[in-house]
Each structure stands twice: as C-alpha cells, then as structure tokens.
C-alpha cells in the first residue's frame, strides 16, 4: 500500500472525516481522495460515505491492505490469492532493489523447504516471505532464520498453542502429555541470500505457518499440525486464528529482533525444545550424536558427545528418545 493510502486509512479510523479535510490533511487533490477510497473498497475495506463524511466500518479478514492496516514494523506488502512460490518471488523482487518488502499468498502451489523438499501450502496457512537487506557480514545471516523461528513461536504462543523451536528452524507443537508426547510441525523456514564475501547484498526469510486448515489437509509423512487443530485439542471455543494480527505480531517480532541481533539467542533459548536434550544431527562431515546444550551466535549449537564438545553450524537434527 503507498503510503498515502496508508495515510487515508489512518485518518478514517480516527473517526468521520470529509473529503475536502482528508485532501487537506494529505496534500493531494480531493480527486486522489477519491480513488484512494476506491482502493480501499476494492480491497474489501468497508468504508461508508456519510453526511459527515467518511466513515471505516471494517476491515477484511486478510490480504496485502489488510496487513498493513495497524502494522507497527515498515513493511510494504504483496498480497497474491495464489502464487507458486513466495520465496521465487521475493527473491525477483530482491533481484530489482526490493527491501523491506513481504511477499503473502493465500496459497502456494510450488512451496519448497530445505533441500528442495515439498512443503504443503494449502489455502487458510500463513505462507510469507521478507525481503532484507541486512548490514551483516553473510556468516552472521543464520541470526535471522533464529529470529523468524521466535517470532513464530511468540505469535502462535499469543494464540494460545505452546509452540516450541527445534534448533535451528522448525517450530514444533507437542501432542499428547509426558513422556508419550511427540512433537509436530508447525512451521518452516527457508532463508536464501546472495552476496559477496564480506557483505550481504540480500536476505530472503521464507516462513510458512500451518494455521486455518484441518490437519487431515496435510500429507501424513510430514508429521505436522495446525494452529487450528491444536487449539481444538486445548478446548478453544474458537479454533481459527485471526491470520492478519497473527501474520503483523510475526512481522513486528521479527523487525525488533533484526535491529537488535543480541536479543535474538536469549529469546531462542527462551522457546527452545532442543536444549537439554539428546540429538541426532546430520551434517555435511558425518553423524553428531550427543546432548544439545547451547547456542552460539549466530545460530551454533553446541553439542557434548563421548567425543567431546561439537559446534554444529547446518544439519539436520533429530531429538532422540534418553534410551536411544
């Protein structure tokens, strides 16, 4: 949304306001006014003509528009109701100069995770991916995939589901209680770059969220839930989530977290699954088999095997069972 048009809906939710004073306000003809109410209208903004001028009486439940209503975070946003994939685009948008930009689609018909693998995107999840331009050397970008795996699991915990992270970038909801409890997916995080040695030119931070479909929608090989279906084995009268606020406390999470990388790793500690716990980690140089016991900037986990201690930068980490 351009900014004026941001600027319109601010003066409409302050209450009635007239043409000839919204012109006034914003410096532009009543003519553009006009067109901007229009384009509010058309995305779905139920805004109300009155003998005292205009009134906002809704707004839409998602989209672009939506978003960026009450957003605290400067973000610009592209809404799509169905594209292949939010990373392909971000990364286009990348490519010409695009920063600060979020791309959002209802449905992803191409969503792909690490390594290339399928990820499921059907209608009702949230499916984003952020465009940055971060000052940091590109060994320090992991930090950014930590701080959209907290900004996640703090807004689905928001909602009401006790989201955890598994290190470095799923974020996982456990089934069941004790012992017999296992741990589903809730969300992915693909983050792709592309720079020089010793500047970043680019940060893509891909993240899809499982929220307003049954899990039956998912393939079962994947393992994972909803935000839906875990608030209705918790007993919430209302299992949907309301994906704007979800998708804007997400966002402005994420934004404190990027401008103050130092409060990234406390935060992951904080909802960290991993930690404390006995893992299996596939890396490039072979098995890392041991007790995960931290984290070091800017996305290290620290791990005691028989061997001694182990920093593993990139793997896949599985959480073993004490007997295994």
């Not at 060994?139 to 703090?154: F, G, N």
């Not at 680019?202 to 049954?214: L, S």
């Not at 606020?245 to 130092?262: G, I, K």
Request: contains cysteine.
């Amino acid at each position: 949304m351009q900014e004026t048009r941001r600027r319109v809906l601010d003066a409409l939710s302050a209450g009635p306001v007239t043409g000839p004073e919204l012109a006034e306000q914003l410096d532009v003809s009543r003519a553009a006014v006009w067109k901007h109410v229009e384009a509010l209208r058309e995305a779905d903004f139920e805004v109300e003509g009155t003998d005292d001028g205009y009134v906002l009486q809704s707004i839409p439940e998602y989209g672009g528009a939506a978003i960026e209503y009450g957003l605290e975070a400067p973000f610009e946003v592209e809404f799509h109701d169905s594209l292949g994939s939010t990373n392909e685009r971000a990364r286009e948008l990348a490519a010409d100069g695009a920063t600060d930009t979020v791309v959002v689609a209802a449905e992803q018909t191409g969503g792909r995770g690490r390594l290339d693998r399928e990820w499921s995107s059907p209608a009702g999840g949230v499916w984003l991916s952020v465009v940055c331009r971060p000052d940091l050397p590109p060994a320090q970008v992991p930090v950014y995939t930590l701080a959209a795996a907290v900004a996640v699991a703090r807004a689905a915990r928001e909602a009401g589901v006790e989201a955890r992270i598994k290190w470095p970038n799923d974020v996982l909801v456990p089934v069941g209680d004790g012992e017999d409890a296992e741990e589903r997916k809730l969300c992915g995080i693909l983050t792709e770059m592309e720079g020089e040695a010793d500047r970043v030119s680019w940060v893509v931070v891909g993240i899809g969220v499982n929220v307003n479909f049954d899990e039956s929608d998912l393939p079962p090989e994947a393992n994972a839930t909803t935000l839906r279906a875990a608030r209705e084995r918790t007993g919430h009268d209302e299992a949907d989530v309301p994906r704007r606020l979800f998708v804007q406390r997400l966002l402005e999470t994420f934004d404190e977290l990027r401008a103050a990388p130092e409060r990234v790793l406390p935060a992951w500690r904080e909802y960290a699954s991993t930690l404390g716990r006995r893992v299996r980690v596939e890396t490039p140089g072979g098995e890392v088999v041991g007790e995960a016991v931290d984290i070091e900037f800017p996305g290290t986990l620290v791990v005691e095997t028989d061997e001694g201690t182990r920093r593993v930068s990139a793997g896949d980490c599985e959480h073993l069972r004490p007997a295994e």
